[in-house]
């Protein structure tokens, strides 16, 4: 049975940190290209960062030298490191397996 379970989420100041991680299993994880989606109520679900299985990864602008996407094939999961973070980047955050599987989410909110 494949599982992407999400962990980590919750409140954060403006400025702060928090770091994701997504556990994986039922199915082989290190051939799978890895990313994380957030979504806002009312707004399409959009791509956060994304770790091919060899390790490269990207960022969407809003997001790139503050967020760090990392893979660990040994333990089956993969981790969103986000600093400096925004009121913008309150969200829900997906962890997908190149979009054919998805965790349920976990909440994110930036706020003072």
């Known amino acids: 049975q494949v599982q992407l379970v999400e962990s980590g989420g919750g409140l954060a100041q403006p400025g702060g940190s928090l770091r994701l991680s997504c556990a994986a299993s039922?199915?082989?994880?290190?051939?799978?290209?890895m990313a994380w989606y957030r979504q806002v109520p009312g707004k399409q679900r959009e791509l956060v960062a994304v770790?091919?299985?060899?390790?490269?990864?990207n960022y969407a602008d809003s997001v790139k030298g503050r967020f760090t996407i990392s893979r660990d094939n040994a333990k089956n999961t993969v981790q969103l490191q986000m600093n400096s973070l925004k009121s913008d980047d309150t969200a829900v955050y997906y962890c997908?397996?190149?979009?054919?599987?998805w965790g349920k989410g976990t909440l994110v909110t930036v706020s003072a």
């Open positions: 997908t397996a190149d979009t054919h599987y």
């Open positions: 770790v091919t299985s060899r390790g490269v990864s």
């Open positions: 039922g199915f082989i994880f290190s051939i799978y290209t």
